[in-house]
């Protein structure tokens, strides 16, 4: 069964700062993607890493994949207010889970003034 | 581009009773995903549709059942109401079934008392 655990749960940052995310999952796949969900909302796609050594960058967040480790990170920087989320990584089993993806538990990010 | 509609947005049902959530995909994808999401937590996998078949299912019970429509969209139908059964569903869909991104729609809250 594969499983993700992300580090930490709980994440409580002043602006300016920099923090990274970590994301382990147990099974070999290729394809991990991270999601933010701010309360009461759905899900929003940031990133879509699909191989190993895969690095994306939007604005103040960057992810990046290590396929062998199978550890995916998230960095913040110079956090600001607005990146206050929770911030879900997702692996998907491969081509024979049919986009099956397993979520981690979700790091619930404050950014403090 | 149209995006991933859910239907209702929120709802309150007793123990025993039976609901019945809907999905409209995203224009172009032929495959419509379910996720239960518990309060703080990372949303599961329910079932996978494709081509209106069920292609794919986690550790629900059968009272956890589905349709997929020719126009791809969904129903999630859920009998036999459990207090646990509380939470956000998250339709999500993709342009096939082995693309691996998924687009979530604003989910439904399903409220069981």
């Known amino acids: 069964e594969l499983k993700v655990e992300q580090n930490p749960l709980f994440l409580s940052m002043q602006e300016g700062k920099n923090y990274t995310i970590y994301c382990n999952y147990s099974t070999t796949s290729d394809r991990l993607y991270w999601y933010r969900q701010d309360p009461g909302k759905s899900l929003e796609s940031l990133f879509v890493?699909?191989?190993?050594?895969a690095v994306k960058q939007e604005g103040r967040l960057m992810a990046s994949l290590d396929t062998k480790a199978r550890l995916s990170t998230l960095h913040i920087t110079a956090a600001v207010h607005d990146l206050s989320a929770t911030y879900f990584c997702?692996?998907?089993?491969?081509?024979?889970?049919?986009?099956?993806?397993?979520f981690g538990e979700g790091t619930q990010l404050t950014v403090n003034p | 581009e149209t995006g991933v509609t859910q239907s209702p947005t929120h709802l309150i049902k007793t123990r025993g009773q039976q609901v019945t959530l809907r999905c409209s995909s995203q224009?172009?994808?032929?495959?419509v995903s379910w996720y239960q999401q518990a309060l703080g937590q990372g949303p599961q996998f329910i079932f996978q549709y494709y081509r209106e078949e069920e292609n794919g299912r986690g550790n629900f019970p059968p009272r956890f059942s589905g349709l997929q429509f020719p126009n791809y969209s969904s129903e999630l139908n859920v009998n036999a109401l459990e207090l646990d059964d509380s939470a956000l569903y998250l339709c999500a869909s993709s342009l096939t079934v082995n693309t691996g991104e998924l687009f979530f729609g604003e989910g439904s809250r399903l409220t069981v008392l």
């Open positions: 890493l699909l191989s190993n050594g």
């Open positions: 997702a692996v998907d089993g491969g081509e024979t889970s049919g986009s099956r993806l397993t």
């Open positions: 224009s172009g994808h032929n495959t």
